[in-house]
């Protein structure tokens, strides 16, 4: 999967992580023992240190950009339109997080399988299994109807930090056994979160939504820390926006007897080169000026050549740009967070975000 082979240098991982130092001064981290020690690479007459994709995390948690939160956070990549752009920005995110040593479980929510497909790869073979249920991973509904333990639906990747519970069809059924739950508001939380939580073993669970309201979707809604709404710089969901936000503020109206309070964060994505593109954004930027990402994500392939690999575009491009947009939303999600937890220590670069905080606890 890591398309390094040959390990990754000190000017690499500096793009990578952000990393402002000097190479002698990197190189005395590892002399230190701070970091874990590189492979010694002769290349001409010199030799360069080279480290391994399985070193990228600790590498990540001492110098990277992203830190971990204090306590188990659940993050909801949702929006009413398709084709925003959460799946890629919560695989991007997820992906960035884990190599930052900070421990990450994806919920696939979306009966296509999307974020599933990209975490696992391929599994296309040229013939079928003896059994065909071998084909069909057990997800949520086979944990909350069938007895699957929580440990036994928990899928690996190639990063340790990075694990996820797939999505399958039995989400559908999920759904329908949710019109019967007596209390369908609360089953994520008590039959998901709560245990996961319990499990102590991650600082992020990352829930990719499908793009239409449903009982799982409130469900994951009231127990997320943070929603994350990507909104494509374009006229249709801009249309939509407004629907989305009106239904948005009447499900916080249901869920003020619980005393929830929806927190939202807005990013504005696939942004062109164009009047009507730039005009979207900047009602964006106005309608929700206390709750939007300061940095638009434009409009690149890059996010896809990335996902195919099944990397992020830290691995895979850190030199473009929007891989430096991309770190300046991300540093701005995990502040938001931190915020939220009363752990205000804006990373470095995040420009007015103490004060676009403030004005988010208000909104
Ligand atoms: N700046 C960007 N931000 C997000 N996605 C982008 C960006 N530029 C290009 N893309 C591409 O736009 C597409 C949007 O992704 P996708 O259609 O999976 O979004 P989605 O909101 O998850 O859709 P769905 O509602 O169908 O689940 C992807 O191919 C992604 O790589
Ligand atoms: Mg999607």
């Keep these: 999967m890591n398309n390094n082979k040959g390990g990754y240098t000190f000017r690499q991982i500096a793009n990578m992580y952000d990393i402002s130092l000097t190479k002698n001064a990197f190189y005395a981290y590892e002399d230190k023992g701070s970091i874990p020690s590189a492979e010694r690479i002769t290349k001409g007459k010199t030799q360069v240190r080279a480290w391994s994709i399985a070193d990228l995390p600790l590498i990540g948690e001492k110098l990277g950009y992203l830190k971990k939160p204090s306590s188990t956070q659940i993050v909801s990549f949702f929006t009413q339109k398709g084709g925003t752009g959460k799946t890629p920005l919560a695989f991007q995110f997820a992906r960035t997080l884990a190599l930052h040593n900070i421990k990450v479980l994806v919920?696939?929510?979306?009966?296509?399988?999307?974020?599933?497909n990209i975490l696992r790869g391929s599994q296309e073979t040229d013939s079928l299994p003896e059994n065909i249920d071998d084909l069909y991973d057990d997800g949520l509904f086979e944990i909350f109807k069938k007895n699957v333990s929580l440990e036994d639906a928990i899928q690996n990747t190639d990063l340790k930090t990075l694990q996820f519970i797939p999505e399958n069809a039995g989400l559908a059924a999920l759904e329908t056994d949710l019109n019967h739950s007596a209390d369908p508001l609360n089953v994520m939380e008590k039959f998901f979160f709560s245990?996961?939580?319990?499990?102590?073993?991650?600082?992020?669970?990352?829930?990719?939504?499908?793009?239409?309201?449903?009982?799982?979707?409130?469900?994951?809604?009231?127990?997320?820390?943070?929603?994350?709404?990507p909104l494509k710089c374009d006229a249709s969901t801009l249309t939509t926006t407004k629907t989305f936000f009106g239904l948005l503020a009447d499900f916080e109206k249901d869920l003020e007897y619980k005393g929830v309070n929806i927190q939202k964060f807005v990013i504005p994505t696939l942004l062109e080169n164009n009047k009507l593109s730039r005009q979207v954004l900047s009602y964006y930027e106005t309608r929700f000026s206390n709750i939007c990402a300061n940095t638009p994500l434009k409009k690149t392939v890059t996010i896809d050549e990335a996902q195919i690999l099944q990397l992020s575009v830290l691995e895979y491009l850190p030199n473009s740009p929007i891989y430096k947009d991309l770190i300046s939303v991300f540093k701005e999600i995990t502040d938001v967070i931190a915020f939220l937890n009363g752990e205000d220590e804006p990373s470095k670069d995040t420009k007015d975000s103490k004060n676009k905080k403030e004005e988010l606890l208000q909104a």
């Design 195 to 229: 245990p996961l939580k319990k499990l102590n073993q991650f600082d992020y669970i990352i829930c990719d939504c499908n793009p239409s309201w449903g009982r799982i979707i409130n469900s994951v809604l009231a127990s997320s820390d943070l929603l994350v709404s």
């Design 107 to 116: 919920i696939g929510l979306d009966s296509q399988e999307t974020i599933t």
